[in-house]
């Protein structure tokens, strides 16, 4: 199976409870909770049985797709790619899925960590490669918390030592500008390169109960779904709804957020139009065929 983990049907509730929404609120985080509203309401989904790749595909998997094919990314097309520095994003030359932070900053080091600086036009013809595709969301979203809902992978109790984001770096982050300070304490020292981790490093205990490793934090993950609201009438943030039936739906959380910002029902949305960045990433789900 291409360590591939096989999901079973089920039929569950997508989406935010409102006292999930209520509670973070509570929490020291700095966004409103309209910003948060395109995760709600929650609404019945059905997902037939799929497979879905265990780990996000890796620096090595991509390198042998770009070999085999001769695929050039659309960071490498363009010449540059986005790196988040201590002044914030900027379109940095020689960035691409081999030199994630500019020239001379790829390694061997990396070969089995998520690939990077890859757009949803990237991932979608590496999942074609490999006869495989993107997951939907709902797929995505069922795989990571399983038909009752959880707040992240393992459960609803949150442990830094089980996913890489920022906090597993820096400590506990509790407002933008320590996660400032720390970012650019990192800049200072290497530069703005991934912090990424090799997939499954906190496997079994970052595992969601399909037993996918890494749905919290890594890397962003592109899905298949254009951006939509789950129900039209919903008032989400401007921002937000200008996207609506242009982006595509990106999920996941990466090594560069908090914890708020990793859950599994946590969305963003991305341009599918050559948009890619240093902490985006994918894996592939595929259909089962009997007897393959």
Known sequence: MDDMVLVPGARFDQGTPEHVLDWLLT????????WFADETPRRPVTVAPYLIDRHPVTVAQFREFTRRTGYRTDAEERGFGLVYDVDGWVE????AWHSPGGPDTGSPDYDDHPVVHVSWRDATSYAAWAGKRLPSEPEWELAARGPEFRIWPWGDDWDPYRANTAELHAGRLDDLGAWQRWWRKECEGSGPVPRTTPVGFFSPHGD???GCADMAGNVY??????????DPSTRCDPTVNRVMGRYRVIRGGSWMNFRYQVRCSERMHGDPLGWSSFAHGFRCARTPVEDR
């Open 208 to 210: 969601s109960a399909a």
């Open 221 to 230: 993950e592109w899905t298949a779904t254009l951006s939509h609201l789950y």
């Open 92 to 95: 940095r030359p020689g960035v």
């Open 27 to 34: 929490q020291p985080q700095t966004l409103p909770r309209i």
